[in-house]
């Protein structure tokens, strides 16, 4: 059985002392979690604040971004194994914007996977498709090439215990959500892509995210999907009653 994870993509939109008033909002209304695992990913500079205020709660921290390098000079980056020694969770990976903005390639995320691994991190990889490309109607290989790539060298075993997001990008920050049916096909097609990789056990236990536009009012057709597993929320993230309803989608 996959449970449930529900995770907040926050970027770069709150600095500590709004950090430390969420997470403190949030105290007794986390989800049970054996039901749903509830996460809030962050920039390097609120991770702090986000872990001694989610000390001694269910929920569990995510970076935004790591280095493929655990020290060295690498001015300005951020060390997984540092990340690991603060006691962050989960590491999220090769989002659209950081593909784009940032310039990082299939191999980068490959070796930040890799990094966070050997660091005791959890990665969350993110793939999707552009307009454009859903438009040309290849949007599976495109994704399941991104998959391929992120994953090359890992064991099945690191596989089955990751997560992936699916994030098409014309969904992301555009209030334009996947329909149920296109965000299951891609997820579906995630899962047939680890199978072919690895095995049928793999693809049964590696939890995969729908990501773009999801909001209390689509988390539930969403979440209905048998291969959608979880969300990565942007927006509907940044308030604490929204986030809140998000976790709690079950009822
Ligand atoms: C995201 O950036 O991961 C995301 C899904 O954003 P939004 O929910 O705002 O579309």
Same mark, same amino acid.
């Given at each position: 059985?996959?449970?449930?994870?529900?995770?907040?993509?926050?970027?770069?939109?709150?600095?500590?002392?709004?950090?430390a008033?969420f997470?403190?909002?949030?105290?007794?209304?986390?989800?049970?979690?054996?039901?749903?695992?509830?996460?809030?990913?962050?920039?390097?500079?609120?991770?702090?604040?986000?872990?001694?205020?989610?000390a001694?709660?269910?929920l569990h921290?995510?970076?935004?971004?790591?280095?493929?390098?655990?020290?060295?000079?690498?001015?300005?980056?951020?060390?997984?194994?540092?990340?690991?020694?603060?006691?962050?969770n989960?590491?999220?990976?090769?989002?659209?914007?950081?593909?784009?903005?940032?310039?990082?390639?299939?191999?980068?995320?490959?070796?930040? =996977?890799?990094?966070? %691994? !050997?660091n005791?991190?959890?990665p969350? $990889?993110?793939? *999707? @498709? &552009?307009?454009?490309?859903?438009? #040309?109607?290849?949007?599976?290989?495109?994704?399941s090439?991104?998959?391929?790539a992120?994953?090359?060298?890992?064991?099945?075993?690191?596989? =089955?215990?990751?997560? %992936? !997001?699916?994030?098409?990008?014309?969904? $992301?920050?555009? *209030? @334009? &959500?996947?329909?149920?049916?296109? #965000?299951?096909?891609?997820?579906?097609?995630?899962?047939e892509?680890?199978?072919?990789?690895y095995?049928?056990?793999?693809?049964?236990?590696?939890r995969?995210?729908?990501?773009?536009?999801?909001?209390?009012?689509?988390?539930?057709e969403?979440?209905?999907?048998?291969?959608?597993?979880?969300?990565?929320?942007?927006?509907?993230?940044?308030?604490?009653?929204?986030?809140?309803?998000?976790?709690?989608?079950q009822?």
């Amino acid at each position: 059985m996959r449970t449930p994870i529900i995770a907040g993509n926050w970027k770069m939109n709150k600095n500590p002392k709004e950090t430390a008033e969420f997470v403190a909002g949030l105290k007794g209304k986390l989800p049970d979690p054996s039901k749903v695992e509830a996460v809030i990913g962050a920039p390097a500079v609120d991770l702090q604040t986000l872990l001694d205020g989610a000390a001694g709660t269910d929920l569990h921290i995510a970076s935004e971004n790591n280095y493929f390098e655990d020290a060295g000079a690498f001015t300005g980056e951020t060390s997984p194994k540092v990340l690991a020694e603060m006691g962050v969770n989960y590491g999220i990976i090769g989002h659209s914007e950081r593909r784009g903005y940032f310039h990082e390639t299939d191999e980068d995320i490959n070796k930040k =996977a890799k990094a966070l %691994i !050997a660091n005791g991190l959890t990665p969350i $990889i993110c793939c *999707g @498709e &552009t307009l454009e490309t859903r438009k #040309a109607n290849k949007f599976g290989e495109w994704v399941s090439g991104q998959i391929k790539a992120a994953l090359k060298d890992l064991t099945a075993d690191q596989v =089955a215990s990751l997560v %992936i !997001a699916y994030e098409p990008i014309w969904a $992301i920050g555009t *209030g @334009e &959500t996947a329909t149920p049916e296109q #965000a299951q096909e891609v997820c579906h097609l995630i899962r047939e892509t680890v199978a072919d990789l690895y095995d049928q056990t793999t693809a049964e236990n590696v939890r995969i995210q729908y990501g773009g536009s999801m909001k209390p009012a689509n988390v539930k057709e969403l979440m209905a999907q048998p291969d959608i597993d979880g969300g990565l929320i942007g927006g509907a993230s940044l308030q604490p009653d929204s986030f809140i309803e998000l976790l709690h989608y079950q009822g």
